[in-house]
């Protein structure tokens, strides 16, 4: 059950699109199409922006996207705007009930 | 409005015991499974252990398994977190949360969490 592997950091202007990488084993990422990604702003809880790769739920903004090939799961979000700096964080179901987390990454808007 | 409220952090001592607990309102509680998740200072997320609706199937991440037992009490709306054997490295916030259920297999609601501190 080792974590996900994200970038510590990622950044862009505004308006421009980013994309953060997640990249797990074939046990998880690889195996089950069954990652999701969540924003987490400083101080609060976080929130589901992508499942299953890439399905948004609703009230999620249409700027962010997921992409899953092979190990390596993606979220791009488009059109950066400054409240979208925050913490991601991808998971992936592992199998047996279980779960794992990425590393997390931190995207700043400059 | 569905919710989530954990309670039950506090410092405890290395070895000690601790239950944490999550009050869910606002959706048909025992519809959904339910998982804990921690977040140490300035870390990531780091799922913990999960139950399903009914209470009868329960997972645990390697890191916390023969220590941690998860529970839940459909009646009272509620989820558990009983902790032994505390070490150092499970001090952080403990965050339940909903398995958004139908082969979705993510966590659509949060709660804000609880902090545990593990001190001597």
């Known amino acids: 059950q080792s974590a996900l592997t994200q970038p510590a950091s990622v950044s862009g202007s505004p308006g421009q699109s980013i994309t953060i990488s997640c990249t797990g084993t074939?046990?998880?990422?690889?195996?089950?199409?069954?990652v999701s990604w969540y924003q987490q702003l400083p101080g609060k809880a976080p929130r589901l922006m992508i499942y299953?790769?890439?399905q948004r739920p609703s009230g999620a903004s249409s700027r962010f996207s997921g992409f899953k090939v092979g190990n390596t799961a993606s979220l791009t979000i488009s059109g950066l705007q400054a409240d979208d700096e925050a913490d991601y964080h991808c998971?992936?179901?592992?199998?047996?009930?279980?779960?794992?987390f990425g590393t997390g990454t931190k995207v700043t808007v400059l | 409005e569905v919710q989530l409220e954990e309670s039950g952090g506090t410092v405890v001592r290395p070895g000690g015991s601790l239950r944490l607990s999550c009050a869910a309102s606002?959706?048909?509680?025992?519809?959904?499974?339910m998982s804990w998740v921690r977040q140490a200072p300035g870390k990531g997320l780091e799922w913990v252990s999960g139950?399903?609706?009914?209470?009868?199937?329960?997972a645990y991440a390697d890191s916390v398994k023969g220590r941690f037992t998860i529970s839940r009490d459909n009646a009272k709306n509620s989820l558990y977190l009983q902790m032994n054997s505390l070490r150092a490295e499970d001090a952080a916030s403990y965050h339940c949360?909903?398995?958004?259920?139908?082969?979705?297999?993510?966590?659509?609601?949060w709660g804000q969490g609880t902090m545990v501190t593990v001190s001597s």
């Open positions: 299953e790769a890439t």
């Open positions: 998971c992936s179901y592992a199998g047996g009930s279980t779960y794992v």
């Open positions: 949360a909903r398995d958004c259920g139908g082969g979705c297999d993510a966590f659509d609601i």
């Open positions: 606002g959706f048909t509680f025992d519809d959904y499974g």
């Open positions: 139950i399903n609706g009914k209470g009868g199937n329960t």
């Open positions: 074939s046990s998880d990422v690889g195996k089950y199409n069954l």
